[in-house]
């Protein structure tokens, strides 16, 4: 059975970091595209982050490029999204996705929220 | 980047009858990577329909999907209460993989 299991959100000021994880399980981890998804509080879905299987590649969307880093560790089977220089508007729930083959997200983990408040 | 709009962004329905989502892509999509998500209130968003028309595993055969091109539609054909949800389109075509903005069904 595939799983993500997600980690490290919380409460933190503007200005400051947090790295969160997804933990993988069930699948071939080191062959996989994975994604990072945020979703802020009542509203839609925003794709942030790609990794290559390989990290040979990595995209940002425009919203966090510059700011958030994503980067995978595949003797661990865990995906990292390091986020740099938060701000109010990056409050959301958080999803790793795993990539099927036709570009769609057959697999998410279950979300971690991220609040960023003074 | 692709934009994707959706409508209508909200939809009140009775059980039993049958509701269509559309999505419009600002360029022309192939059909094999455009999908469609259920998202129930607070769980994480279910592949529904991948391919334009393919149900994922375990979906029931009441939801659909058609379209080509910069045009595809969603069905459930006879809409149940377990619907209840927000549904969205996504594209897989190209780079950022971008999702249309939602739609909230509802019953009346």
């Known amino acids: 059975e595939v799983q993500l299991v997600e980690s490290g959100g919380g409460l933190v000021q503007p200005g400051s970091s947090l790295k969160l994880s997804c933990v993988a399980s069930?699948?071939?981890?080191?062959?996989?595209?994975m994604h990072w998804i945020r979703q802020a509080p009542k509203k839609g879905l925003e794709w942030i982050a790609l990794?290559?299987?390989?990290?040979?590649?990595?995209y940002y969307a425009d919203s966090v490029k510059g700011r958030f880093t994503i980067s995978r560790d595949n003797s661990k089977n865990t995906l990292y999204l390091e986020m740099n220089s938060l701000r109010s508007e990056d409050t959301a729930m958080y999803y790793c996705?795993?990539?099927?083959?036709?570009?769609?997200?057959?697999?998410w983990g279950q979300g971690v929220m991220v609040t960023v408040s003074s | 980047a692709i934009v994707l709009n959706q409508s209508p962004s909200s939809i009140i329905a009775s059980q039993g009858e049958k509701v269509t989502i559309t999505c419009r892509a600002s360029?022309?999509?192939?059909?094999?990577?455009l999908h469609w998500y259920q998202q129930k209130p607070g769980a994480f968003p279910k592949l529904v329909i991948y391919?334009?028309?393919y149900r994922a595993s375990g979906v029931p055969s009441r939801f659909s999907g058609s379209g080509s091109g910069t045009s595809y539609s969603f069905t459930i054909s006879r809409v149940e209460a377990e619907d209840v949800a927000t549904y969205y389109c996504?594209?897989?075509?190209?780079?950022?993989?971008?999702f249309g903005a939602g739609t909230k069904l509802e019953l009346k």
């Open positions: 996705a795993k990539l099927g083959w036709a570009y769609y997200f057959d697999y």
């Open positions: 069930g699948f071939t981890f080191s062959s996989y595209n």
């Open positions: 990794i290559y299987y390989d990290s040979s590649n990595k």
């Open positions: 360029s022309s999509i192939s059909s094999n990577y």
């Open positions: 391919s334009t028309s």
């Open positions: 996504q594209q897989g075509s190209s780079n950022p993989y971008t």
